[in-house]
């Protein structure tokens, strides 16, 4: 018998059965899978909410930015971070930390910590090369040890293509060069994760390669 058979003889067998003998089995199942409804949402009902949380710019850029911190640090590499309760209300003194996986070159398993205000807002740059691209948490960030957000992707302008060097200088700009003129994939320099290298990304690679040639 082949397969085509051995499925028609399976749906004949169902569409054979009494019907008198499956309408108290579906009222069954249907009271069975409404308890289990019920159940799912009383569930839900029972955990506690969670808080409202914001990460700018990184929320927007899908991931961190991070760059080398000399002369100053550059535009997209501060995080500010809201932290607020299910009610709005914000959580003052609350300890966020910004950690770097161990797929950062520079600064593997970087923490940097911060404390929030009495507005519930605290803001954390974090300085460093190299690049995280769809690498699973490879930016984690937590309040008070509890992880709310856990980024595939960290990445900064100091990054030649292999490596980095604390600096952004002439093998970063070719590297960069490459995926904005599109001889190389969009990567580890397309800082917004939107899938091109482009003028967005030309804004935050700027000021860290004048800001390192000074």
């Known amino acids: 018998m082949n397969l085509e058979q051995k ?8 569409s054979t059965r009494n019907p008198r003998l499956q309408a108290p089995l579906l009222g069954s199942s249907l009271v069975a899978i409404a308890a289990l409804g019920l159940m799912a949402q009383a569930s839900l009902a029972g955990l506690p909410p969670e808080p409202i949380i914001t990460v700018q710019p990184w929320d927007d850029l899908n991931g961190l930015f991070i760059a080398p911190a000399s002369p100053a640090p550059v535009s997209g590499t501060t995080g500010h971070i809201v932290v607020h309760d299910p009610a709005d209300q914000p959580i003052a003194n609350a300890i966020v ?54 980024y595939s992707n960290v990445k900064s302008p100091d990054f030649d293509g292999s490596k980095s060097n604390g600096t952004v200088g002439l093998a970063d700009l070719i590297a960069f060069s490459a995926e904005f003129l599109q001889h190389s994939p969009p990567e580890c320099h397309d800082y917004d994760n939107n899938a091109a290298t482009d003028l967005a990304d030309v804004i935050l690679f700027a000021p860290a390669f004048v800001g390192s040639s000074h």
């Not at 499925?7 to 169902?14: F, G, R």
């Not at 940097?112 to 803001?123: F, K, L, M, R």
Request: glycine share 14%.
């Open 97 to 150: 930390s910004v950690e770097l996986g161990a797929s950062n070159p520079l600064c593997p398993g970087a923490v940097v910590t911060g404390v929030t205000d009495a507005n519930g807002e605290v803001d954390i740059t974090v300085s460093g090369g190299g690049c995280a691209h769809n690498q699973p948490v490879s930016g984690l960030i937590r309040v008070n040890g509890v992880t709310v957000r856990a």
């Open 7 to 14: 499925e028609k003889t399976v749906c004949n067998h169902h």
